[in-house]
């Protein structure tokens, strides 16, 4: 055993500073959520549209906002862990209420996620009208079949409000290498039409503590987790998302228990969420 013969040292599970620094405060991020307000008062609410893989935690991550902003777990956006196909199949707007007898001025947008099949999962085509306010809510997806001017769902003449003004690509880390190419391809293309359309967009890679068990022993670690960090790394190879961009989160679902930690980090990627869907609202 050992002596000279020195074989590369196993990489380290930490790093030795996160990429990211949270707020010193915990709170700071919460607050910042529950104070916000939309710069542009023609709009009642920021809408964010969440897209990605089957599976990749959208439900799991709208859930996990309201049990932060509750301050109690939340199950509302219907998640699934056990059929691999796609189980949100409606276009539905998911409001937070703000504990007086209203709701946060943003909402989510949860899709039916992508599926590698052609003829299973949203078309991109959806998705972009999605992005451009046409879809109306409660639109069921069709899989086999395009929304089209006309087609009873279609909203023909959208306002600011009906648009989306964040697109947040959803990418479970413990299957960043395993996502499909045809559903990369799909994600590429919503992407790019969003940016035609101007449409700001950021990334979340969920399940951080099935991916890596530094994680799991403490959420705190997210940000320094080698591991993590080379998925942030093959997701913007991947996606072109840039890593400041890109955001670590554990969902409350399985989670049972609030805890700060976890919190902190819903928060940081929902406040960035808010923060570009409010300046494409005042710029649209
Ligand atoms: N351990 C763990 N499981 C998660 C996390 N986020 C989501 N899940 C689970 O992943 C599965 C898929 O989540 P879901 O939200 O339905 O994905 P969707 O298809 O993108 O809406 C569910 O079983 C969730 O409980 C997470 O951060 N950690
Ligand atoms: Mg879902």
């Not at 400041?244 to 990627?269: E, G, Q, R, S, T």
């Amino acid at each position: 055993m050992g002596g000279g013969n020195s074989s590369p040292s196993p990489p380290q599970p930490l790093l030795s500073a996160p990429w990211r620094n949270l707020p010193q405060d915990k709170k700071e991020d919460l607050e910042f959520v529950k104070a916000f307000q939309p710069g542009n008062k023609n709009v009642k609410q920021l809408r964010i549209l969440l897209h990605g893989p089957v599976g990749a935690g959208k439900s799991s991550f709208i859930n996990s906002v309201n049990s932060v902003l509750q301050n109690r777990i939340i199950g509302r956006a219907p998640t699934d862990a056990i059929s691999g196909s796609s189980y949100t199949k409606k276009y539905k707007t998911y409001k937070i209420r703000n504990g007086q007898g209203s709701h946060y001025p943003f909402v989510f947008s949860d899709i039916m996620g992508f599926e590698k099949d052609t003829d299973r999962g949203v078309h991109v085509d959806d998705v972009i009208l999605a992005l451009k306010g046409h879809v109306e809510e409660g639109y069921q997806f069709d899989p086999t079949q395009r929304l089209k001017e006309g087609d009873e769902g279609y909203r023909s003449s959208p306002t600011l409000n009906d648009r989306v003004h964040v697109l947040v690509c959803v990418i479970p880390a413990d299957k960043v290498s395993l996502v499909d190419d045809k559903v990369v391809k799909k994600m590429r293309e919503v992407r790019l039409a969003a940016s035609e359309l101007d449409i700001p967009q950021l990334a979340i890679i969920t399940r951080a503590d099935l991916a890596c068990p530094e994680v799991k022993k403490n959420v705190n670690n997210a940000y320094t987790s080698n591991y993590l960090k080379e998925q942030v790394d093959k997701f913007y190879m991947l996606l072109g998302i840039p890593q400041n961009c890109i955001f670590l989160v554990k969902n409350y679902d399985p989670d049972p228990n609030i805890n700060a930690d976890m919190n902190a980090l819903i928060m940081n990627a929902l406040r960035q969420m808010i923060t570009f869907g409010d300046d494409f609202l005042s710029d649209p």
